[in-house]
């Protein structure tokens, strides 16, 4: 994969990525939310009890209550790959997050493999597979 398609929907597309690491930190789930396609799929296979969350309410509802468990986390994210095909993307990103945990403090890095889709005008998420690379 690689950087492709127009200038203007590769900068939304950034700005995306930057509206959900910045919603994660503030933990505002209406922006957060703001971000998933109505029928978007979650899939988080390294969390077994998990697993795959369908549609955007049960993603937000999903993600507060696991943001419940981690107060004052930071959360980065940067593109690996962004390759536009009309409406809809394929988006390869990399995120760090830095909390605290039962008293110490973690840090886990991994990886997205996105499709998303711009409706009015608007891109987002509708399939987020996301898979830890290195966590301490």
């Not at 929907?9 to 209406?30: K, N």
């Not at 959360?75 to 990103?93: E, H, W």
């Not at 909390?99 to 399939?127: E, I, M, N, P, Q």
């Amino acid at each position: 994969m690689s950087f492709s398609g127009p200038f203007e929907d590769r900068l939304a597309i950034r700005e995306l990525l930057e509206v959900y690491a910045d919603a994660v930190c503030t933990v505002d789930a209406d922006a957060w939310g703001a971000t998933w396609a109505d029928d978007a799929e979650w899939e988080l296979p390294d969390v077994p009890a998990v697993g795959k969350i369908t549609g955007r309410a049960n993603i937000v509802a999903a993600w507060k209550a696991a943001m419940s468990q981690f107060p004052g986390m930071i959360f980065t994210a940067a593109p690996g790959s962004i390759t536009i095909d009309g409406d809809r993307a394929r988006v390869r990103s990399y995120t760090s997050e830095v909390y605290a945990k039962d008293g110490a403090t973690k840090r886990s890095c991994g990886r997205y493999d996105d499709v998303l889709v711009k409706r009015g005008g608007k891109w987002l998420f509708k399939t987020r597979i996301f898979k830890n690379i290195h966590k301490e």
